[in-house]
């Protein structure tokens, strides 16, 4: 899979998140991603949070991200807590590295 193009909108239709699979409404900016595999090409919506999670863990994903990558992850340690929650977990723990 290539990744084409990568930006952010605001969208024009309620959009799946690619990471916690909440649909959020029209009008709502969420990053996209746009990638080719084999000739086609799709659309991958992701919410602020979880761009904001990916920043936190990229380094887990060297194979590219499945649908549902945020839930997965809170899987392990934040099960049944909203994405929002975890973000907020991941940075309080990079503040305790700065330290
Ligand atoms: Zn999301």
Redesign the pocket.
């Known amino acids: 899979m290539q990744m084409i193009r990568e930006s952010k909108v605001k969208t024009r239709k309620p959009r799946r998140?690619?990471?916690?699979?909440?649909v959020f409404p029209a009008g709502t900016e969420m990053h996209v991603n746009v990638t080719v595999d084999q000739g086609e090409a799709a659309s991958y919506y992701?919410?602020a949070?979880?761009q904001e999670i990916y920043a936190h863990i990229w380094d887990k994903f060297d194979d590219g991200l499945d649908e549902g990558w945020?839930l997965d992850e809170m899987s392990y340690t934040h099960e049944g807590k909203t994405?929002e929650e975890y973000l907020q977990a991941l940075e309080d723990m990079s503040d305790a590295d700065e330290r």
């Open positions: 998140c690619w990471g916690c699979c909440r992701t919410c949070t979880c945020t994405p």
